[in-house]
């Protein structure tokens, strides 16, 4: 499911933003950017995102920024004193007599280190940061929440709509047989004029029963009926469900599969060409869904 999420903290001279972005993935895929000094704490990002997501493609931004204070200032004497030895040796062999100034020396690369992370390790921010990514990820889930709202609506549609060419094939089905043994019995009695025969009436009764028989599909009826009511029953679960739901839908598919087949008739056949239509329209959205 699709989603944005940001959360934003400051606390003791530490800024800290993060950012949540998800969008649809049939499994969890996890990639992280942090800033800089701060890689370290990936792993535990993704193992506090795993506990609260379960599918899609997401992506966490963590951005980290410090009031520098006089510890990130740091003056290296060692290299200030080889620049300002190699400067006066130069300046004798060249015979160029020039005072060499302090200022010109701070500049030079090395001399002050001006590192922001100075006295502080990834570790001791994690907290803060630990709390402000929860936060972020509280908002990408109200956002996918909402998503998921809708998306519920238009699942109930199509079960709907399902259930509906359902029932007329349930109305349907007694009459294939009765239209069998009538189409069967025209049949016969022109062939048997033809021909002059005569026919054992327990035969036909004998054939009747063999096509009813194999074209019964009362119990795959009753099988995908339930199926749909099981779909509602665990779409109304508070914990995430959509890898049920898809082995259910897998489920309904294979039941309407077989009335197709086993039905052999025309009418049924095109509810069932509608069942599957909402099937596969299900299947694709709860792909998505946690």
Same mark, same amino acid.
């Given at each position: &499911?699709?989603? +944005?999420?940001?959360?934003?903290?400051?606390?003791?001279?530490? /800024?800290?933003?993060?950012?949540?972005?998800?969008?649809? =993935? !049939?499994?969890?895929?996890? =990639?992280?950017?942090? *800033?800089?000094?701060?890689?370290? @704490?990936?792993?535990?990002?993704?193992?506090?995102?795993?506990?609260?997501?379960?599918?899609?493609?997401?992506?966490?931004?963590?951005?980290?920024?410090?009031?520098?204070?006089?510890?990130?200032?740091?003056?290296?004497?060692?290299?200030?004193?080889?620049?300002?030895?190699?400067?006066?040796?130069?300046?004798?062999?060249?015979?160029?007599?020039?005072?060499?100034?302090?200022? /010109?020396?701070?500049?030079?690369?090395?001399?002050?280190?001006?590192?922001?992370?100075?006295?502080?390790?990834?570790?001791?921010?994690?907290?803060?940061?630990?709390?402000?990514?929860? !936060?972020?990820?509280?908002? @990408?889930?109200? &956002?996918?929440?909402?998503?998921? %709202?809708? &998306?519920?609506?238009?699942? %109930?549609?199509?079960?709907?709509?399902?259930?509906?060419?359902?029932? %007329?094939?349930?109305?349907?089905?007694?009459?294939?047989?009765?239209?069998?043994?009538?189409?069967?019995?025209?049949?016969?009695?022109?062939?048997? /004029?033809?021909?002059?025969?005569?026919?054992?009436?327990?035969?036909?009764?004998?054939?009747?029963?063999?096509?009813?028989?194999?074209?019964?599909? =009362?119990?795959?009826?009753?099988?995908? !009926?339930?199926?749909?009511?099981?779909?509602?029953?665990?779409?109304?679960?508070?914990?995430?469900? *959509?890898?049920? @739901?898809? +082995?259910?839908?897998?489920? &309904? +598919?294979?039941?309407?599969?077989?009335?197709?087949?086993?039905?052999?008739?025309?009418?049924?056949?095109?509810?069932?060409?509608?069942?599957?239509?909402?099937?596969?329209?299900?299947?694709?959205?709860?792909?998505?869904?946690?």
């Amino acid at each position: &499911m699709t989603g +944005f999420g940001e959360a934003r903290r400051d606390s003791e001279g530490l /800024a800290v933003a993060v950012e949540v972005r998800s969008i649809n =993935s !049939r499994y969890l895929k996890i =990639s992280i950017r942090c *800033g800089e000094g701060y890689a370290a @704490l990936e792993p535990q990002i993704e193992s506090v995102v795993r506990k609260q997501l379960r599918r899609g493609t997401v992506q966490v931004a963590v951005l980290v920024g410090r009031t520098r204070s006089t510890d990130a200032y740091q003056l290296d004497t060692a290299i200030l004193e080889n620049y300002r030895n190699a400067l006066l040796k130069w300046c004798e062999q060249t015979g160029i007599d020039e005072k060499v100034p302090l200022a /010109a020396l701070l500049a030079l690369p090395g001399v002050i280190n001006d590192d922001p992370l100075a006295g502080c390790g990834p570790e001791e921010d994690w907290p803060l940061i630990h709390d402000v990514l929860n !936060r972020a990820i509280e908002n @990408l889930e109200q &956002m996918r929440a909402e998503e998921g %709202r809708a &998306m519920a609506a238009d699942l %109930r549609t199509n079960c709907r709509s399902a259930v509906e060419s359902l029932d %007329r094939v349930a109305t349907r089905a007694p009459l294939v047989v009765d239209a069998y043994r009538a189409r069967l019995q025209e049949r016969i009695k022109r062939t048997l /004029a033809e021909y002059q025969l005569t026919l054992d009436p327990g035969d036909l009764i004998k054939e009747v029963g063999l096509f009813a028989e194999r074209s019964d599909i =009362s119990e795959e009826i009753v099988r995908l !009926r339930s199926h749909f009511e099981q779909f509602e029953t665990i779409m109304e679960l508070p914990e995430s469900s *959509g890898r049920k @739901l898809e +082995f259910l839908t897998q489920e &309904m +598919f294979r039941e309407a599969n077989t009335i197709g087949s086993k039905a052999n008739d025309v009418e049924i056949a095109r509810e069932v060409i509608e069942i599957k239509g909402a099937l596969e329209r299900i299947r694709e959205m709860i792909q998505n869904v946690e």
